[in-house]
Nanobody, 127 residues
């Protein structure tokens, strides 16, 4: 069982930056692929970014590529999402997710691969 706790959300003006953190419980963090998803008001949850257990592989949604960076610190059992050049359309609740992959090199981009989810953190970007 993995428990995830997100932090770092808030309100920011367009063009600003935020860094989200997701702290995970458990002793085998390096075998968990991690992902960030978001859900805007009235919309479904969408993929944002993912990272493999060893941190060597990453994947981004086209809408955030070049602006967001996912990273992880396995010594701290924490994954981060650095968000730069934020736009009003980035406004959403952001969720951290974990998937035990049995390998340190895999990542996933689909929701159904992730059995563990955090409670979400609100990001609001004003124009």
């Amino acid at each position: 069982q993995v428990q995830l706790v997100e932090s770092g959300g808030g309100e920011v003006q367009a063009g600003g930056s935020l860094r989200l953190s997701c702290a995970a419980s458990g002793r085998t963090f390096t075998t968990y692929a991690m992902g960030w998803f978001r859900q805007a008001p009235g919309k479904g949850r969408e993929f944002v970014a993912a990272i493999s257990g060893n941190g060597y592989s990453t994947k981004y949604a086209d809408s955030v590529k070049g602006r967001f960076t996912i990273s992880r610190d396995n010594a701290k059992n924490t994954v981060y999402l650095q968000m730069n050049s934020l736009k009003p359309e980035d406004t959403a609740v952001y969720y951290c997710a974990a998937a035990g992959s049995g390998s340190t090199g895999l990542l996933y981009i689909y929701e159904h691969h992730y059995p563990y989810w955090g409670q979400g953190t609100q990001v609001s970007v004003s124009s």
